[in-house]
């Protein structure tokens, strides 16, 4: 039984922290594009669907930063 309870709460401790570990990385990706959009409203939520479609699309993390800029310069274009 005393062993059942390690194993229950290692393993709850370690989800608990992976699923920390990805909320961080989401807000700080959340972040950056929203740092990019600036103070226009509109821009925002353009960088925020573009934030969704890199997800969709897969985008590396280390690949982030640019495509999101990329993303930010192609609205400044419209």
């Known amino acids: 039984m005393d062993y059942f309870i390690i194993a229950s709460l290692t ?4 989800y608990f922290h992976w699923w920390l570990f990805v909320r961080i990385k989401r807000w700080a990706d959340r972040d950056l ?25 897969k985008v590396k993390r280390r690949e ?7 993303a930010a310069a192609d609205y400044r274009a419209h």
């Not at 982030?64 to 990329?70: I, K, Q």
Request: charged share 25%; net charge positive.
């Open 33 to 57: 594009a929203l740092s990019l959009a600036g103070q226009d409203a509109a821009k925002k939520d353009y960088m925020l669907q573009r934030l969704a479609d890199a997800r969709a699309s």
């Open 11 to 14: 393993c709850a401790g370690l």
């Open 64 to 70: 982030l930063p640019a495509w999101l800029e990329r």
